[in-house]
């Protein structure tokens, strides 16, 4: 297995472009150790192991928690969506009995040229981009956003919006996707274009900065029934007891190592891995790296608990 940055291998990556119906495959050269932290957030590249890697990887699904590390993320586990021109897609959660009830998130790779105009099919779905590699332009309702590494866009339910790579390079993004829980009284938030850089983290009461979370949106803002943010670790930081609660979480690993505690396995991650949990799974921190530990975290909020009436 390839670790961390200690072999440089070189190897086929495959981007795509539609002519009709079919797919029409160009080979360039890329890294073929997975992926990059250039930008200072890691994103995939795909490629292929050769045959004489082992097979020993850190892959769990179990019933509370499941972990994808970055090392599956490869070339033929990709997927395309309608409409979308030069894209592909890892596929790291979707709506499934046993798995994520209430998010779907991607990792999307949109080749120099590639976007969409048509991005979104279903009108009741809200969505988050964020950026980890690349320049992409975003317009939504006419307005047109540069969006680079770092950038998070909150887009609502039926917004007109298209996204497209007008650069020389791959752009590389997240993309979280919910229906959206309507509220009688609360109007749909707007349209949210932002910059990590211009976000202050807030820092959790009694660890001397070692932990903090980046928030895109106001909490208090009950209109969002999801948010999007980016917890930071400094290295020695932890969270210092098993948090517990209804709210489930999709978590992917931008930067530095860490072992985390899912349900009753510590378990080791690092940049590029995805970590799912159920509502309710038990959950720590330790972040023992040499430098900062940080993900992007999904979690749902602000709404009441769904009631089933399958035995009234």
Request: charged fraction near 20%; hydrophobic fraction near 35%; glycine fraction near 10%.
């Amino acid at each position: 297995m390839l670790a961390g940055h200690a072999r440089r291998v070189f190897a086929a990556s495959t981007t795509f472009e539609n002519q009709g119906s079919d797919l029409v495959s160009s080979t360039t050269s890329v890294p073929a150790d997975l992926g990059s932290t250039a930008s200072g957030y890691y994103a995939p590249y795909g490629g292929h192991p050769p045959q004489t890697d082992l097979l020993t990887d850190r892959a769990m699904f179990t019933e509370s928690y499941a972990v994808i590390p970055r090392g599956v993320m490869r070339d033929i586990v990709t997927s395309f969506l309608p409409f979308w021109e030069g894209t592909r897609l890892w596929v790291l959660a979707r709506p499934l009995s046993g798995f994520a009830e209430t998010f779907s998130q991607y990792i999307v790779e949109v080749s120099p040229g590639g976007g969409s105009d048509r991005p979104e099919q279903d009108a009741g779905a809200e969505g988050v981009l964020f950026v980890v590699e690349g320049h992409l332009e975003l317009t939504t309702d006419g307005d047109r956003h540069r969006l680079e590494p770092g950038s998070y866009a909150y887009l609502p339910p039926s917004t007109d919006w298209t996204l497209h790579n007008t650069s020389e390079v791959a752009g590389r993004f997240h993309w979280i996707r919910k229906t959206y829980q309507r509220v009688d009284g609360l109007d749909v938030p707007p349209v949210l274009v932002r910059h990590e850089r211009d976000v202050e983290p807030g820092v959790m009461p009694g660890t001397e900065g070692r932990w903090s979370t980046t928030r895109f949106v106001d909490p208090a803002d009950l209109r969002h029934d999801m948010h999007v943010t980016i917890v930071n670790f400094e290295p020695g930081g932890v969270i210092p007891f098993a948090e517990t609660h209804v709210m489930e979480h999709g978590l992917y690993v931008l930067e530095g190592k860490a072992v985390y505690r899912l349900n009753q396995d510590w378990v080791e991650v690092q940049e590029g891995d995805f970590m799912w949990l159920r509502a309710f799974c038990p959950q720590a921190c330790y972040a023992g790296g040499p430098g900062r530990f940080r993900y992007l975290l999904y979690k749902d909020v602000n709404r009441h608990a769904v009631l089933s009436r399958q035995f009234v």
